[in-house]
């Protein structure tokens, strides 16, 4: 579904059997396998970030990423800024759900309000930093 932009590495992962508790942040993209309690936010707002909650993924709190892929557990808010996909074993607990663009699978089941966001006229574009960027 995320064709249309490029998508940062997977440079992060929370593994199964693994929790975290407390506030998360990274850079790039995040794989969650595990469990967080807490929130999962970019470290940066100004480069590409994503979130991929497997399906033995579980979150408690908010997560912020411009691109998530859900196919486990969230229990909490949840702000896709560009696109959200909702895979078929997904199970989403929430206040609000929002989004640009959203893919739902058939079997994904959510509970709460969704938010069709519109993107402001003026929003500068962000920037996928590789290793060849990033000092050393």
Do not use: W
């Not at 970019?42 to 990423?65: F, H, L, M, N």
């Not at 206040?95 to 938010?115: C, D, F, H, K, P």
């Amino acid at each position: 579904m995320f064709n249309q932009k490029k998508h940062p590495p997977m440079r992060n992962a929370i593994g199964a059997g693994m929790q975290v508790q407390g506030p998360c942040t990274f850079e790039d993209g995040l794989q969650i396998d595990g469990t967080v309690l807490g929130d999962v936010l970019p470290a940066s707002e100004q480069s590409v970030s994503k979130i991929v909650i497997g399906p033995t993924g579980q979150v408690q709190g908010t997560i912020r990423a411009d691109f998530i892929v859900i196919a486990g557990t969230v229990i909490g808010n949840v702000q896709a800024l560009e696109a959200l996909e909702l895979q078929a074993s997904a199970h989403v607990q929430s206040e609000a759900i929002q989004y640009r663009t959203l893919e739902m699978q058939t079997g994904a089941v959510i509970s709460g309000q969704l938010q069709p966001q519109l993107m402001p006229p003026s929003t500068p574009a962000k920037t996928i930093l590789t290793g060849e960027d990033q000092a050393v």
